[in-house]
């Protein structure tokens, strides 16, 4: 499975949880801790994170960036010879 | 709690786009508002138009775009964003122009200029939110109000007898014949989000061709308005309001 992961500008967060919503995966929540406004701020909290993009595109203060491995490169297959 | 993977590896696949400024957006929290902002600017971003670009910026929440979007920005009077763009874009025909309105501005104050700018077919993009309430005054009753929706000026809820009827003004803008390309849309989900972008994307391409006004509604949400969190405005929005303003295109360009 294609690895990805996101980091939120925690000072930019305000906690909405919209992000939470939107993710597949269930691997983002709310901070323990609060930021400089007084906001939880939104954090992963699992390691299985696809980098789907699905947080950053619903995040209204663009507070996510998202990282994913890039994709393999196919290996080209061997071509039998005709008989 | 720190960052949880390594990002070695790695390859950035979204990140906010340079054509927002660094200044955080003063729009509450689960705000549609910085949805549209971010799209529209990552259009001009990835269309490579930053230098050709105007925009214009309303009163309202959004009265502040010209801090957030860093592209030539120009502030007008309360519903007059339409009449700014048509006499910028007479001027610069040549650069991509468009205007950002909230329902009170498009819809209650300014429909007279909304109206004719439409009827005259300027080339302009004209990007109206739609959150049925006005949030920046304090969450009072917009023409866009849904019957029977409590507001701070209708605490029993919008009776037509009184102050008339939800004001569909997407619906009434795609009758002219000098639109060119209407459509409603969302931002409350990541796949209403990508729609949105592409309608966006083309509106831009549209204006080059010059063939009329490009108009979008995105019906947005206002958590504080509504006196809900985030997610429950979002859930509120697809129940209520998504059966009165249909997402969807109300008139694209015959090929």
């Keep these: 499975m ?28 709310l901070s323990n801790q609060i930021n400089h406004n007084g906001y939880r701020f939104a954090v992963l909290i699992k390691d ?33 010879e005709s008989a | 709690m720190g960052q949880v993977l390594t990002m070695e590896g790695m390859e950035i696949v979204y ?4 054509t927002l400024t660094q200044t955080p957006f003063h729009f509450c929290p689960g705000c549609g508002h910085g949805v549209v902002h971010r799209l529209l600017m990552e259009v001009v971003e990835e269309m490579g138009i930053i230098d050709q670009t105007v925009g214009v910026a309303p009163v309202g929440c959004s009265v502040f ?32 122009v468009f205007s950002y309105q909230g329902d009170g ?6 429909t007279g200029e909304t109206i004719h700018t439409v009827n005259r077919g300027e080339n302009i993009l004209m990007v109206f939110i739609n ?25 029993f809820g919008r009776e037509s007898s009184h102050v008339g009827f939800p004001l569909k003004i997407t619906d009434l803008v795609a ?32 204006q080059m061709l010059k063939k009329g006004t490009c108009f979008i509604e995105v019906v947005s949400n206002c958590p504080s308005g509504w006196k809900m969190t985030p997610v429950e405005a979002n859930v509120w929005m697809e129940k209520n309001m998504l059966p009165i303003y249909p ?6 360009p015959k090929q």
């Design chain 1, 2 to 29: 294609i690895h990805g992961s996101v980091i939120v500008a925690k000072e930019v967060c305000k906690g909405c949880e919209l992000c939470i919503q939107a993710c597949p995966q269930e691997s983002l929540g």
């Design chain 1, 48 to 80: 299985n994170c696809t980098g789907c993009i699905n947080c950053a595109l619903v995040c209204p203060d663009a507070a996510i960036t998202v990282y994913r491995q890039p994709k393999p490169v196919k290996q080209p297959t061997k071509v039998l």
């Design chain 2, 15 to 18: 990140e906010k786009p340079g």
């Design chain 2, 65 to 96: 775009a010209y801090n957030y979007m860093d592209i030539d920005m120009q502030e007008a009077a309360h519903g007059r964003a339409s009449a700014v763009a048509t006499g910028i874009k007479r001027v610069l025909p040549d650069k991509y």
């Design chain 2, 105 to 110: 501005d498009l819809a209650a104050i300014g």
């Design chain 2, 131 to 155: 959150n049925a309430i006005y949030g920046m005054t304090g969450g009072q009753m917009a023409p866009t109000t849904l019957l029977g929706q409590v507001t701070s000026t209708t605490p």
């Design chain 2, 175 to 206: 009758q002219l014949p000098g639109a060119y390309y209407v459509t409603r849309q969302t931002v409350h989900t990541a796949a209403a989000v990508r729609r949105t972008k592409k309608a966006i994307e083309a509106s831009f391409k549209y």
């Design chain 2, 247 to 252: 997402v969807g295109d109300l008139k694209v």
